[in-house]
């Protein structure tokens, strides 16, 4: 089976597509709507959060806040599940870099013209040109720098996607086929070794979720991943009750992959 993600500048046909890709494939949508639905379950504080700051650009602070980066830990730790759910479309929230070298994964880019986007824009939105001008440099620029602070990586690198659309060159009908028979083809490419590979990233994503959001656990700096063999953690506590709420979650969410704890104590 397959994964689709779609990267989309700013009304340049994201979601049609996206539907129209799922319904034709039997594919799980998965978009803000869905997120937010799904993430209800952690409490209704990441669910307000979620509303105000999704995709959009961090501020200093933010990047800084304990609720912005358990937010984030819970946002990528949720879209590699669905990612282990396969038959998938993943809108936005830089999964395209979250499942970056999946060999089941297609990594679409969209775009358009300004001004077609624009006519778009006051379309759906009911705006004049010059706020819906403003409104998709507001929202790309947005984007772009919420893949920067939280992925390190350029939005609008061509290299990062295994395909690039125009929706002014081809229509969203023409491009839904060629994704749909781009998936067909990727369905054959996860062996046993891509799974074990996506499991353990989505292990490593869990527990980093799990740290992140935890009131009682405050670790200034925390990485967590997989190496294809085992899951790293990496950063300094200055409690050792952190250090033991950490190994209690890391007991429960590992699931038998080995675990490399470097988390060092420091006063």
């Not at 594919?27 to 379950?41: C, E, H, M, S, T």
């Amino acid at each position: 089976m397959a994964i689709l993600t779609i990267s989309r500048e700013y009304r340049s046909g994201g979601q049609e597509i996206g539907t129209a890709v799922a319904q034709r494939m039997r594919y799980d949508y998965v978009g803000k709507d869905r997120i937010l639905a799904d993430l209800r379950a952690q409490g209704e504080r990441w669910i307000a959060l979620l509303n105000e700051i999704d995709e959009g650009r961090p501020t200093l602070w933010d990047r800084f806040d304990w609720e912005y980066r358990g937010l984030m830990a819970l946002v990528d730790s949720y879209i590699d599940e669905r990612a282990m759910d396969d038959r998938v479309v993943l809108v936005g929230r830089g999964a395209n870099f979250l499942l970056e070298g999946m060999p089941h994964v297609l990594r679409v880019r969209l775009t358009a013209p300004i001004d077609q986007r624009v006519d778009r824009v006051m379309r759906k939105d009911g705006v004049d040109r010059k706020t819906a001008a403003r409104l998709i440099e507001k929202m790309d620029n947005d984007r772009a720098a919420f893949i920067r602070a939280n992925f390190h990586r350029d939005w609008y690198d061509v290299a990062a996607y295994d395909m690039v659309f125009n929706t002014a060159v081809q229509t969203f009908e023409e491009i839904t086929d060629v994704l749909c028979r781009s998936l067909q083809e990727k369905a054959g490419a996860l062996t046993l070794g891509a799974w074990e590979e996506l499991r353990g990233r989505m292990l490593a994503a869990r527990i980093k979720a799990h740290i992140a959001t935890n009131p009682r656990i405050r670790i200034p700096t925390l990485k967590v991943f997989f190496d294809g063999r085992a899951i790293h953690l990496q950063g300094s506590v200055r409690r050792m009750a952190d250090l033991e709420a950490v190994g209690e979650i890391v007991t429960v969410s590992a699931q038998g992959t080995p675990v490399r704890n470097e988390l060092r104590y420091r006063v």
